[in-house]
């Protein structure tokens, strides 16, 4: 089984839709959850932390449900500039990277 | 102010041969992690070095080498390349040994390709 699990995609929205991500990870020790974001071959940057109460940031909610293991992503009112590949990651002694999800929205 | 800058941005070898990667991080970081990232995968952990010292590795073979010198610059090596070692490599930066509570910065990568 993969350390972080997502699945990879493409979701292809419209703007203005909402759409969720989910991920699962293995490793019941981990202590820290983030959601990076990565447009075409660019780098990696935080879009957010994930935190056990849940945050939200703007369109962006994450939450993080400890006792299945599964972390996800909501992003509200999609715009053009929100397509991009959503890294889902986990952190105990070093930071795990998902594959990625890849969002696409349309006009 | 400079984010993470990283050299060179592209290169292209042979197999057998051996590459140097560099790394600066942002101003006052004194924690430099490096990652792989093959094409259609997450970046992958290889190496994190704080105050010069590597305080964590990957599971990557000992052809992979890195160091982190007084500037708290950091080099990456990789020896004997491989086809397979083909991919976009990352450095990213942050403030304090806890690589994993904080948030990290990345450069822009060093894009490698092996003929």
């Known amino acids: 089984r993969k350390e972080v699990e997502q699945d990879p995609g493409p979701f292809n929205v419209p703007e203005g839709a909402t759409v969720a991500f989910n991920c699962t990870y293995s490793n019941s020790a981990s202590q820290s959850f983030f959601w990076y974001r990565q447009d075409c071959r660019k780098e990696p940057k935080l879009l957010m932390s994930?935190?056990?109460s849940g945050n939200e940031d703007g369109r962006f909610t994450a939450q993080l449900n400890r006792a299945s293991q599964y972390i996800s992503l909501l992003i509200r009112d999609s715009k053009l500039s929100d397509s991009a590949t959503y890294l889902c990651?986990?952190?105990?002694?070093?930071?795990?990277f998902g594959t990625g999800t890849r969002l696409l929205v349309s006009p | 102010d400079a984010g993470v800058t990283q050299s060179p941005t592209h290169l292209i070898k042979t197999r057998g041969q051996h590459v140097t990667l560099r790394c600066s991080p942002i101003?006052?970081?004194?924690?430099v992690s490096w990652y792989q990232q093959v094409l259609g995968q997450g970046p992958q952990f290889i190496f994190q070095y704080y105050e010069k010292e590597e305080r964590g590795r990957g599971n990557f073979p000992d052809r992979f080498s890195a160091r982190q010198f007084p500037n708290y610059s950091s080099e990456l090596n990789v020896n004997a390349l491989l086809l397979g070692d083909s991919a976009l490599y990352l450095c990213a930066s942050s403030l304090g040994v806890r690589a994993t509570q904080e948030t990290q910065y990345f450069g822009p990568g060093t894009r490698l390709l092996v003929l």
């Open positions: 101003s006052g970081h004194k924690s």
């Open positions: 990651v986990e952190g105990f002694q070093k930071l795990v």
């Open positions: 994930v935190y056990s």
